[in-house]
């Protein structure tokens, strides 16, 4: 299993990283940082799912905020649910998202959806609304951007 970084005190997470220490990190800011994560320029549809997204739920934000970030492979370890991520938003206007899964409307826009609301939480609305569902994700596509 690959180890990802916590960019504030460079702590491996593991899935055994008990979780006082995930909440410690979680509510101090750190930031974390999937292994093999690379910075990108989004495709300009991006820019589409974004203003749709922001149609969609009411709130507005900053497209040119956010920093994107590709992870290797189908998903990547992180503190949420079971350990595997497709995508993760990041405090400090970051979005992940593996690799696989880059032109996966529905997880992109999933995770614009937190960068718009500032939380990583998944309230409803504006999550599992019409316009946006929640996230149950299929095989991943086989096309990815590049």
Known sequence: ????????DAVRYTRATPIFLLAGLVLGGCRFIPEGAVEYDPPPIYRQWWLET???IGQGGQFDDVT???APGPFFDCPAGD?????????NHEIYIANEWLGFDTLVRHEM???LIGRGDHPSPPFYT?????????DPPSETID
């Open 54 to 56: 922001v149609q969609c």
């Open 130 to 138: 019409p316009c946006i569902n929640g996230f149950d994700p299929p």
């Open 83 to 91: 350990g595997n991520c497709l995508g993760w938003w990041g405090t």
């Open 68 to 70: 994107w970030y590709r």
């Open 1 to 8: 299993m690959s180890a990802a970084l916590w960019g504030c």
């Open 113 to 115: 959806i937190h960068e």
